[in-house]
Each structure stands twice: as C-alpha cells, then as structure tokens.
C-alpha cells in the first residue's frame, strides 16, 4: 500500500521535481559504478600479484631476474631466497612474510575484494531498479 502511495505522489510532481528527485540517486549510482571499477583494478592487481610470487616459487635460486622499483623502472638482481617475500600492505608499508604466507595474504585479499565487488553489486542493482 505504501507503494502505491509514493506512485500518486510521483505522478503530481512536475518535470524538474522529478529531475531534482532522479540526480542524487544518479550520483549514488555512479559513486557505485566507481567503486566497481577500483574493486575490479585491486582484484586484477592482486591476482597478477598471485600469479607472479607463483613464478617465483618456481624459479631457481641465483636465477637472474628484474625487480620493479615503480611502475615503469626495473632493475636487474639475483634471487637469492625464494621463501622471503615483501608485501605491501598499502600507503608504502611492507611486511616481510614467507612465500606460502604471501600467497595466502593474496587469496584472502582477492575473496574479500570479491566479496565486496558482489554485496555492491547487489545495492546498485537495487539502486537502478
């Protein structure tokens, strides 16, 4: 009964009533649709982060390799110990954690970003409806 209150309600309003009443609702949405997009950008760089201390596992030790310093500068090294891993936490901390240690901070970072990703999935499907 109550929805069909806010109907007749919606009905009476006018153009830009309407328009005044469907623009704070399309902010959320594209707030939504945002944090989609980096939930999306974490997960890939976690999963690529998955994939690269599995290399690395698999590599022997004195194997030469290039270690990214940022972005876009690498630096030629020697592996000396495939077990001790650095992760980056966030805002430029590391913590030195064992291969297995790391991979399994990775995992549970991915299913929790998943699990993000689905839960705002669902409020903005409800938002659009």
């Excluded at 707030?31 to 994939?51: G, H, M, V, Y």
Aim: glycine fraction near 4%.
């Amino acid at each position: 009964m109550a929805s069909s209150k806010i109907g007749v309600e919606m009905e009476k309003l006018s153009v830009e009533q309407l328009k005044a009443f469907k623009e704070p609702i399309d902010l959320e949405v594209n707030l939504l649709q945002d944090s989609l997009n980096k939930i999306r950008t974490a997960t890939s760089r976690l999963e690529i982060a998955s994939s690269a201390l599995q290399d690395l596992s698999n590599r022997p030790l004195g194997s030469q390799m290039l270690v990214p310093l940022t972005a876009s500068l690498y630096v030629p090294d020697t592996l000396h110990d495939a077990d001790k891993v650095l992760i980056d936490i966030g805002t430029a901390h590391f913590v030195e954690k064992t291969m297995a240690k790391g991979k399994d901070y990775c995992e549970r970072k991915i299913n929790l970003l998943k699990s993000n990703f689905d839960q705002l999935i669902e409020v903005e499907t409800k938002k659009k409806v």
